[in-house]
C-alpha cells in the first residue's frame, strides 16, 4: 500500500473508508477506568489528526472516548462523521440476545447513535466450547441484524485465525470486513494476514510494538537511523506498507505526534523483508485457540 498521508483512508468491503492509522485506547492497567487525564489525552489525539480510535468493553474506556469526541465535537476540532469509531464484545456477551444488549450498553457508554465498527473481541474456540461455531455465528447474527439496520456502519472480528473465520464464513450472510490481530515484528501473523487479504478482510494491528521489548532491538534501531526516524515509525511504516491498519497507544504526547509522522518516508524491499521474517524479539504473542478463556 503506498500511503500519502494521516487523513488517507482505506476503502472495506462494503465501500465504507477507514483511516489508515488509528489511535488504540487498550489500557495499562486492567480494571482502572481512566480518569481526565486520558480524556485530555485523547482529545489531545484528536487534535493531532487521529480519526480512528479503538475502544473495547473490557478496555473499560468507552466512557473516555465518548467524553473526548463529545468535547472534540462541542469545540469544533472535529466533525463525528470524520470519526471512526469502533469497539468490541467481550466473551461474556457473546450469543444473540446478549450481543444486542451489549451492544446498548456499549453505545450508551459512548454517547453516540451510530458506531462506525463493531468487533467480535475474540472467538469462541474449540478447546473451551464444543459448539464453539454455534456460539460465533449466533453472535454473528446479531451483528448482521445490527448492521443491517444501520446502526453500525461496519463489522468484523479481532483475535480470529483462519478457520475461525473460515467456519464464519461459511454460514454467514455478511463476511466480515476487518480482523483486529496482533501484528509487529518478529510476529507477523502471516497466514492470518494472507487469508484475510486474501478474502478481501482488511487487518487492523494492535500491539504494533508487541509489548515494548522490540523498540530495544538493537537491529531495529540501526535500520531506524539509516531513516532519521524512531523504531515505532518503522513498525508503524512496515504495516502500512503491508496493507495493515496500525493502532499504536500511547498517553505521551510526543509519542502521539511522532506515531503519526510516517508518511515521509517508506522501507526498502531489503528492509520490508528483514521485518517480514524477523524471528521473535518481544510481544504478546497470542493465539486465541490456547489462550485463557475470560468469563
Given at each position: 500500500?503506498?500511503?500519502?498521508g494521516?487523513n488517507?483512508?482505506?476503502?472495506?468491503?462494503?465501500?465504507v473508508?477507514?483511516?489508515i492509522?488509528g489511535?488504540?485506547?487498550?489500557?495499562a492497567?486492567?480494571?482502572?477506568e481512566?480518569?481526565?487525564d486520558?480524556?485530555?489525552?485523547?482529545?489531545?489525539?484528536?487534535s493531532n489528526?487521529?480519526?480512528?480510535?479503538?475502544?473495547a468493553v473490557?478496555?473499560n474506556?468507552?466512557?473516555a472516548v465518548?467524553k473526548a469526541i463529545?468535547?472534540?465535537?462541542?469545540?469544533?476540532v472535529?466533525?463525528r462523521?470524520?470519526?471512526?469509531?469502533?469497539?468490541?464484545?467481550?466473551?461474556?456477551?457473546?450469543g444473540?440476545?446478549?450481543?444486542?444488549?451489549?451492544?446498548?450498553?456499549?453505545?450508551?457508554?459512548?454517547?453516540?447513535?451510530?458506531?462506525?465498527l463493531?468487533?467480535?473481541?475474540t472467538?469462541?474456540v474449540?478447546r473451551?466450547?464444543?459448539?464453539?461455531?454455534?456460539?460465533n455465528?449466533?453472535?454473528?447474527?446479531?451483528?448482521?441484524?445490527l448492521?443491517?439496520?444501520?446502526r453500525?456502519?461496519?463489522?468484523g472480528?479481532?483475535?480470529?485465525?483462519?478457520?475461525?473465520l473460515?467456519?464464519l464464513m461459511?454460514?454467514?450472510?455478511?463476511?466480515?470486513?476487518?480482523?483486529?490481530i496482533?501484528?509487529h515484528?518478529?510476529?507477523?501473523?502471516a497466514?492470518?494476514?494472507?487469508?484475510?487479504?486474501?478474502?478481501g478482510i482488511?487487518?487492523e494491528?494492535w500491539?504494533p510494538?508487541?509489548?515494548g521489548?522490540?523498540?530495544?532491538n538493537?537491529k531495529l534501531?540501526?535500520?531506524a537511523?539509516?531513516?532519521?526516524k524512531?523504531?515505532?515509525?518503522i513498525?508503524?511504516r512496515?504495516?502500512?506498507?503491508k496493507?495493515?491498519?496500525?493502532?499504536?497507544?500511547?498517553?505521551?504526547?510526543?509519542?502521539?505526534?511522532e506515531?503519526?509522522?510516517?508518511?515521509d518516508?517508506e522501507l526498502?524491499?531489503?528492509?520490508?523483508k528483514?521485518?517480514?521474517?524477523?524471528?521473535?524479539?518481544?510481544?504478546?504473542c497470542?493465539?486465541?485457540?490456547?489462550?485463557?478463556?475470560?468469563?
Amino acid at each position: 500500500m503506498k500511503t500519502t498521508g494521516l487523513n488517507e483512508r482505506i476503502s472495506l468491503k462494503n465501500g465504507v473508508e477507514m483511516p489508515i492509522l488509528g489511535y488504540g485506547t487498550m489500557p495499562a492497567a486492567w480494571g482502572v477506568e481512566p480518569g481526565e487525564d486520558f480524556v485530555r489525552t485523547l482529545e489531545f489525539a484528536i487534535s493531532n489528526g487521529y480519526r480512528n480510535i479503538d475502544t473495547a468493553v473490557v478496555y473499560n474506556t468507552e466512557k473516555a472516548v465518548g467524553k473526548a469526541i463529545k468535547h472534540s465535537v462541542e469545540a469544533n476540532v472535529v466533525r463525528r462523521e470524520d470519526l471512526f469509531i469502533s469497539t468490541k464484545l467481550w466473551n461474556t456477551d457473546r450469543g444473540y440476545d446478549r450481543t444486542l444488549k451489549a451492544f446498548d450498553a456499549s453505545m450508551e457508554r459512548l454517547g453516540m447513535d451510530y458506531l462506525d465498527l463493531y468487533l467480535i473481541h475474540t472467538p469462541a474456540v474449540e478447546r473451551w466450547h464444543e459448539d464453539w461455531r454455534e456460539i460465533n455465528l449466533s453472535t454473528w447474527r446479531a451483528f448482521e441484524r445490527l448492521y443491517n439496520d444501520g446502526r453500525i456502519r461496519a463489522i468484523g472480528v479481532s483475535n480470529f485465525l483462519p478457520h475461525h473465520l473460515q467456519a464464519l464464513m461459511d454460514k454467514a450472510e455478511i463476511t466480515p470486513m476487518v480482523n483486529q490481530i496482533e501484528v509487529h515484528p518478529g510476529f507477523n501473523s502471516a497466514e492470518t494476514v494472507r487469508f484475510c487479504q486474501e478474502n478481501g478482510i482488511v487487518i487492523e494491528a494492535w500491539g504494533p510494538f508487541g509489548n515494548g521489548q522490540i523498540l530495544s532491538n538493537e537491529k531495529l534501531q540501526s535500520i531506524a537511523a539509516l531513516y532519521e526516524k524512531s523504531v515505532a515509525q518503522i513498525c508503524l511504516r512496515w504495516l502500512l506498507q503491508k496493507g495493515i491498519v496500525p493502532l499504536p497507544k500511547s498517553c505521551n504526547e510526543k509519542r502521539i505526534v511522532e506515531n503519526t509522522q510516517i508518511f515521509d518516508f517508506e522501507l526498502s524491499e531489503a528492509d520490508m523483508k528483514f521485518l517480514d521474517d524477523m524471528p521473535s524479539c518481544g510481544g504478546f504473542c497470542v493465539d486465541a485457540d490456547n489462550a485463557p478463556e475470560d468469563e
